[in-house]
């Protein structure tokens, strides 16, 4: 039967401008908050943002906790140990501020905290019983997209492997994105995130329709496949993207261009954690644990790999993404494959440009390793299904073998 309605989910309140942050005093009052537990890394303590936060969290009167021995790529036993020191703290809020790690650490540490629990039992879709308490997240960086989502991604402690934990629970209360926490990322951080957004875009650009998935209340959907809300949040990202990603590399010192990628960022977030994201991330869970890759440098690496597979089924759909880009190899003329393939070309300069791996023989990969990489992400049958083209194991293994 055929669906005829999608739905959308965001967080319900969005802060975003340099100096969103000075607002804090006024969200946390509103929301009762007497006691918030920090989540943040040393990196972001020693360069004063943790500090700039958390004045701003005391001037409403709140008693502030911080935990700052976040990591990039966190494991299960990271969160165990936040949530261990949040117990004794006893918080009525969460707030986390970092790149997605950091936030995506505090979601599971809230949880573990709200319902104690293995940490490993929550990894899935739906495993979480109930609401988490006030939750606020503030990016550092532009490019996951957690501040709104309703995803975290960890490790597991023992086995190293990447793994979701998707619950609409998950989803922060007030995400607050104020660029100016940006313009300190070193330009290899602003390319790894600049591509993570870029990602999260295109394949919730290209996500199968929503009206293939059959939903229910007794069968919720992780991802709704496309939509025309998440589709205009992805354009949207993309062309930002497109007009600031470079300039964000090239100067940092252009505050316009951190500011527009951040705001990419963000509408990126909202897209994928609507519509989804397929077989890129099904893919690169699998490559980044194996190979310590960043998420958004094994995003990189792959993009351009599966935009080339999905060109039979989905040629105007990449040529789109192109024009957004501004990609302007092309003329008039063009037919949407030369379009689509002048913007593959231009993912794969601009990955260049960015300094980012372009094959997995440079992560330490070999191709006895490849079929075992392809038969994981294809047990990931909710982000194979949303891909625009079907998908075999013998596809996403032709995949990797492109990208070796």
Aim: proline residues 6%; contains cysteine; aromatic residues 6%.
């Amino acid at each position: 039967m055929t669906r005829r309605y999608w739905e959308f989910r965001c967080p319900p309140q969005i802060l975003f401008g340099r100096g969103a942050v000075e607002a804090l005093p006024s969200v946390v009052q509103a929301r009762g908050a007497r006691r918030i537990f920090l989540i943040t890394d040393s990196v972001l303590q020693e360069c004063g943002h943790v500090e700039r936060v958390a004045q701003a969290l005391r001037s409403a009167g709140c008693s502030v906790e911080v935990f700052a021995a976040g990591k990039p790529e966190p494991c299960t036993r990271l969160a165990q140990d936040a949530a261990d020191q949040a117990a004794d703290f006893q918080p009525d809020a969460w707030a986390a501020l970092g790149g997605g790690s950091n936030i995506d650490l505090a979601k599971l540490a809230c949880t573990l905290t709200t319902y104690p629990a293995e940490p490993n039992s929550y990894f899935g879709f739906n495993t979480i019983s109930g609401p988490l308490p006030t939750f606020i997240a503030i990016p550092t960086t532009a490019g996951t997209g957690s501040e709104v989502s309703h995803a975290a991604v960890v490790k597991h402690a023992v086995t190293g492997q990447k793994g979701g934990i998707v619950s609409e629970y998950l989803r922060p209360d007030v995400a607050c994105v104020d660029p100016s926490l940006t313009d300190s990322c070193p330009r290899q951080l602003r390319a790894v995130a600049g591509f993570d957004a870029l990602t999260h875009a295109v394949e919730a650009l290209l996500a199968a329709p929503f009206h293939r998935f059959d939903a229910s209340a007794d069968r919720p959907l992780a991802y709704q496949g496309a939509h025309p809300l998440g589709t205009m949040f992805a354009e949207r990202a993309i062309a930002l993207i497109g007009s600031s990603f470079r300039r964000a590399l090239t100067d940092v010192d252009d505050q316009q261009a951190c500011d527009d990628m951040a705001l990419a960022a963000t509408y990126a977030g909202l897209a994928f954690s609507s519509c989804g994201v397929s077989l890129v991330h099904a893919l690169e869970y699998w490559l980044g644990s194996k190979y310590a890759c960043p998420h958004g440098a094994g995003n990189a690496l792959l993009l351009p790999a599966v935009l080339r597979y999905y060109l039979p089924d989905a040629t105007e759909q990449v040529a789109r993404v192109g024009a957004l880009l501004g990609v302007g190899s092309t003329t008039p003329s063009s037919t949407s494959r030369q379009a689509a393939e002048a913007t593959i070309d231009y993912i794969e300069e601009l990955r260049r440009e960015a300094g980012l791996p372009t094959r997995l023989r440079e992560l330490g990969a070999t191709a006895d390793e490849l079929p075992g990489l392809a038969r994981a992400a294809g047990s990931l049958h909710h982000l194979v299904q949303l891909a625009p083209r079907p998908t075999s194991r013998k596809d996403l293994l032709s995949i990797l073998e492109t990208c070796l």
